[in-house]
């Protein structure tokens, strides 16, 4: 805000001024001047002059007073004014032409003639216009208005007073005329801010064009590795714009550490620290592969494991592990080039399984079933089996297999073995790549003929098809079938047959036999003759449940329903209820006594007595859901009753 303030006191011109007016007033009323009778005014553009104008500096680095624009005429009422950047305020003087007639102001303020009329805090650039009237007092007074437009001139000076870097200290140290710095800072060192203060308050600055604050930090930005430069722009008002550059140049890192380190086949030995270069892992036989784990302590560095660069914290690929020692080499190179490396020792053991992964025999099935476990079996064969051939597979490929002294590949098939009536035993020895030794043992009984020749149902064909070796069998029977025959011919006439514990007759057809919905077993047991040997055959006959989900009758009372009910139509529509029937009674009939019943979502026994539907005014409708017995067929039907 302008403002302006006063300065008291005047010359002795202006004492004679006052008392020549005096004399002048008194030689006027006694009649001794001429003119005291009121001599007209001078002409308008002659009154309510200023005598004098002038605009002094405070501030200044002279003490020259600026020129007014144009040069003063006290009829001339606009002039402008340009002062320095250095002035912050003006002092303006002006004399009035008639101090008897006239007053001044100033912006509004009563201000003597000739005294000073201070404007400080001047703005950069900034038009101030300043008012000055002149007013006459006089009846009929008139009114001149002078106006002066004074403007501070842009500052010219765009250097910096400061300028640091929070990185490290500014090469060569600052000064004002030098524009260009370097910083040399360490790795660790990731980020950096800059502070930048103009000489001249009221320049702008950028750095990296972005706007910065005087005196404040800038940032913090991030420092890549090597040079990372920076334009600081100074721009004062109304001046041309300075640079300076700074390059904060970030040290490359020497870090060649591990801050982890983990292995898949194992526990390293001793626990990691990354001042440790060399472990050991112990694994087991069974781990023929590894990957290794290795974390950067510094993610600007390399990593290679055996050779194969590696991202940091990554799992390697697979590692192939020899039986003995495998060593793993892990190389670290700093950004610097500084290197480093770890090793892992990876000690693999002999085999030592001597387990059976598979055992069968061409003669029979092994009684019990094979387990790598168990190593007694038995298997007995009918007489007419004169030969047997063995099968074994090792679980561990190391291994080595012998039968009855001789050596055979692992999966490979031995024999034929020829079977002697009564017992025989093959003994199966499995040594493991450590030399430890297992014995499987299958004793293999030849006895009388208890096969049949064949078998056949009257539900549906066997699954598999029928061999007299293969004694379990699947029938699939159609709902419809509820009842299946069984015919079994012996392939020795001297044994004997039961199906379902009755004695049958060799080629007799049994049965019927009832089937249930789902599954049915039907066994039928050989016993050769004198009892020296049996087999046992089983049927599962699973018969399929019914799909049907249809509705055999639908009755609605009171009322009509049409159309006419038939099990393939799923909507139908009552009339004829009345105003006062609260409910219909709805009976449904399933066309299949298996299928489930629901009567407008309530589970309801198939046909009489019915459901008492409640309807509602107007139109309600209901389903009537029929569910088949195989869970899965459904059908709706869904009746609509209007009730006037």
Do not use: W
């Amino acid at each position: 805000m302008a403002h302006g303030s006063f300065k008291m006191g005047r010359s002795l011109e202006r004492v004679h001024a006052f008392f020549s007016c005096l004399i002048l007033s008194c030689a006027m009323l006694v009649g001794c001047i001429p003119g005291g009778d009121n001599p007209a005014p001078p002409p308008d553009n002659e009154r309510a002059l200023l005598a004098s104008l002038e605009v002094s500096t405070t501030g200044a680095s002279s003490s020259a007073s600026p020129a007014l624009s144009p040069p003063f005429d006290p009829k001339v009422v606009t002039y402008t004014v340009t002062v320095p950047n250095s002035v912050t305020a003006v002092t303006i003087r002006a004399a009035l032409a008639d101090v008897q007639r006239s007053i001044l102001k100033i912006n509004n303020q009563n201000v003597p003639s000739g005294d000073p009329y201070v404007i400080d805090n001047l703005k950069v650039g900034a038009a101030l216009p300043v008012v000055l009237l002149v007013e006459e007092t006089v009846p009929g007074g008139v009114t001149r208005s002078y106006t002066i437009t004074v403007t501070r001139s842009a500052s010219p000076l765009a250097d910096l007073a400061a300028l640091s870097v929070s990185a490290a200290a500014l090469s060569p140290r600052f000064d004002p005329s030098v524009t260009g710095y370097t910083v040399k800072t360490g790795n660790s060192t990731s980020s950096t801010t800059l502070t930048a203060t103009p000489a001249e308050p009221t320049a702008q600055i950028s750095v990296n064009g972005q706007a910065a604050i005087s005196g404040q930090p800038f940032g913090p930005v991030s420092l890549a590795l090597g040079p990372n430069p920076f334009t600081i722009t100074v721009s004062p008002p109304g001046g041309t714009a300075k640079q300076y550059s700074v390059v904060v140049i970030r040290g490359a890192s020497g870090v060649a550490d591990l801050a982890a380190l983990e292995v898949s086949a194992g526990a390293l030995s001793p626990a990691f620290s990354p001042d440790i270069s060399s472990y050991s892992v112990q694994t087991d036989n069974a781990t023929t592969q590894t990957t290794v784990t290795a974390l950067l302590a510094d993610a600007s560095a390399q990593l290679t494991i055996n050779g194969q660069a590696v991202s940091s914290g990554q799992p390697s690929g697979p590692i192939p592990l020899i039986i003995g020692d495998s060593t793993v080499a892990i190389d670290v190179r700093a950004q610097d080039g500084t290197t480093r490396s770890y090793s892992v020792k990876i000690s693999r053991p002999q085999s030592s399984n001597n387990n059976l992964s598979a055992l069968s025999v061409s003669a029979g099935a092994l009684d019990p079933g094979f387990a790598p476990t168990t190593t007694s079996y038995s298997v007995t064969v009918l007489s007419t089996v004169a030969s047997t051939t063995l099968t074994a597979s090792v679980q561990d490929p190391t291994a080595t297999i012998a039968i009855n002294g001789t050596t055979v590949q692992s999966g490979e098939t031995f024999g034929p073995l020829s079977l002697n009536v009564g017992a025989n035993e093959f003994r199966i020895v499995v040594t493991a790549q450590d030399g430890s030794v297992k014995t499987y043992v299958v004793t293999i009984t030849r006895t009388a003929n208890a096969n049949l020749a064949s078998l056949a149902l009257s539900a549906g064909p066997l699954s598999p098809g029928f061999d007299s070796g293969t004694t379990s069998y699947a029938v699939s029977a159609p709902n419809a079938n509820a009842t299946t025959t069984v015919t079994a011919t012996l392939a020795d006439a001297t044994s004997t047959l039961t199906i379902n514990g009755q004695v049958v007759a060799s080629g007799q057809v049994f049965g019927p036999l009832p089937l249930n919905v789902g599954g049915n077993t039907i066994t039928l047991v050989v016993t050769a003759a004198g009892g020296a040997a049996s087999k046992t055959y089983t049927v599962a006959v699973t018969r399929a449940a019914s799909s049907n989900a249809d509705l055999a009758g639908l009755v609605v009372s009171p009322g009509v329903m049409l159309p006419l009910f038939t099990p393939s139509n799923t909507a139908y529509t009552v009339t004829g209820t009345g105003l006062f029937t609260p409910s219909v009674t709805v009976m449904a009939t399933v066309a299949d006594a298996t299928a489930a019943l629901s009567i407008n979502g309530q589970v309801v026994p198939s046909g009489p007595p019915g459901l008492a539907v409640l309807i509602n005014i107007g139109v309600t409708s209901f389903p009537i859901q029929v569910r088949a017995q195989d869970g899965v067929t459904v059908k709706t039907y869904i009746v609509t009753v209007t009730r006037p």
